[in-house]
């Protein structure tokens, strides 16, 4: 199986600066995305940022210009830099990877999640 081990959350200040780091193991096969979904209290999932192994990049636009995705030297890790950070920041984050399987479709592998809190 898949497994995401994430770290980096913790408390910072609004204008702060936060990376979070997501490392997968398991059977993955190189053709896939990963990327980092948020969830606050009373609102629904987002998708924050997503890179896929071509190294194409997509963000939501409340994060554009502040966070950068980005893989790592090591083979199937991925980190977000979360720069400017703001108090509307604050959510639990999920590493996630997708992985596409010839015959049973698409398939999503999240990590435990990691709690970023934005405040002074």
């Known amino acids: 199986q898949v497994q995401l081990v994430e770290s980096g959350g913790g408390l910072v200040q609004p204008g702060g600066s936060l990376t979070l780091s997501c490392a997968a193991s398991?059977?993955?096969?190189?053709?896939?995305?990963m990327g980092w979904y948020r969830q606050a209290p009373g609102k629904q999932r987002e998708e924050v940022a997503a890179i896929t192994n071509t190294g194409s990049r997509d963000y939501v636009d409340s994060v554009k210009g502040r966070f950068t995705i980005a893989r790592g030297n090591a083979k199937n890790t991925v980190y977000l830099q979360m720069n400017s950070l703001k108090p509307e920041d604050t959510a639990v984050y999920y590493c996630?990877?997708?992985?596409?399987?010839?015959?049973?479709?698409?398939?999503?592998?999240w990590g435990q999640g990691t709690q970023v809190t934005v405040s002074s």
């Open positions: 996630n990877l997708h992985q596409d399987y010839q015959v049973r479709g698409g398939v999503d592998y």
């Open positions: 398991g059977n993955i096969f190189s053709i896939n995305t």
